[in-house]
């Protein structure tokens, strides 16, 4: 069984870092392409950033380019967010989900396995 489990959220002042973690059991990560998404109260939930098997190739939304990376470490079977200069705006949900086909995807139902999501909150 599948299972995907965030961490690593909190509340940070505005300018501020936080590291997301998300451990896969049950699932190689090295098999699926890796995503995290956002969501606000209020906001559909949106692809924040992405990367694919191979780790190769990296989507981010123009919203965090320059200010959030994903990374994934296969002997750990974890991807990481690395936020940094955080926004009140990057407030949100933010889930990990996995994908059993090739490549990312930025609709949500494009993806299999969905963590139970971590707070993140950014104050002014």
């Known amino acids: 069984q599948v299972h995907l489990v965030e961490s690593g959220g909190g509340l940070v002042q505005a300018g501020g870092s936080l590291r997301l973690s998300c451990a896969a059991s049950?699932?190689?990560?090295?098999?699926?392409?890796m995503g995290w998404f956002r969501q606000a109260p209020g906001k559909e939930r949106e692809l924040v950033t992405a990367?694919?098997?191979?780790?190769?190739?990296?989507y981010y939304a123009d919203s965090v380019k320059g200010r959030f990376t994903i990374s994934a470490d296969n002997a750990k079977n974890t991807v990481y967010l690395q936020m940094n200069s955080l926004k009140p705006e990057d407030t949100a949900v933010y889930y990990c989900?996995?994908?059993?086909?090739?490549?990312?995807?930025?609709?949500?139902?494009?993806?299999?396995?969905w963590g139970q999501g971590t707070q993140v909150t950014v104050s002014s």
């Open positions: 989900a996995a994908r059993g086909g090739i490549g990312w995807v930025l609709i949500p139902s494009g993806y299999t396995y």
């Open positions: 049950g699932m190689p990560l090295s098999s699926y392409a």
């Open positions: 990367i694919s098997q191979s780790g190769g190739n990296t």
